[in-house]
Nanobody, 115 residues
Framework: QVQLVESGGGLVQPGGSLRLSCAAS????????MGWYRQAPGKERELVAT???????KYADSVKARFTISRDNAKNTVYLQMNSLKPEDTAVYYC?????????WGKGTPVTVTT
């Protein structure tokens, strides 16, 4: 059973930073891609950033130059460094992994950007 354990969400002021982490376990298959999606209240879930095993990266336009995704293949862990946070970044952030046998989601970690 694949498990994704997310950490690092919280409350931060505009302009602040947070770092999200997500560790995957429970599969004998290698992870193809990992990433982060987010869902704000009343909105659909949207892509934030993804990274493949060979480190091909994709960002949403709204987070380019502010967020940085990285991964540690040996630890099956993906990170999201979020800088210059804005109130519109407020959302529940979900970890996502893609294996050859399917895709999995974490339970989500809330990020709130407010004064």
């Amino acid at each position: 059973q694949v498990q994704l354990v997310e950490s690092g969400g919280g409350l931060v002021q505009p302009g602040g930073s947070l770092r999200l982490s997500c560790a995957a376990s429970g599969s004998r298959f290698s992870i193809n891609a990992m990433g982060w999606y987010r869902q704000a209240p009343g909105k659909e879930r949207e892509l934030v950033a993804t990274i493949t095993r060979s480190s091909t990266i994709k960002y949403a336009d709204s987070v380019k130059a502010r967020f940085t995704i990285s991964r540690d293949n040996a630890k099956n862990t993906v990170y999201l460094q979020m800088n210059s946070l804005k109130p519109e970044d407020t959302a529940v952030y979900y970890c996502w992994t893609s294996y050859v046998v399917g895709q999995y989601w974490g339970k989500g970690t809330p990020v709130t950007v407010t004064t």
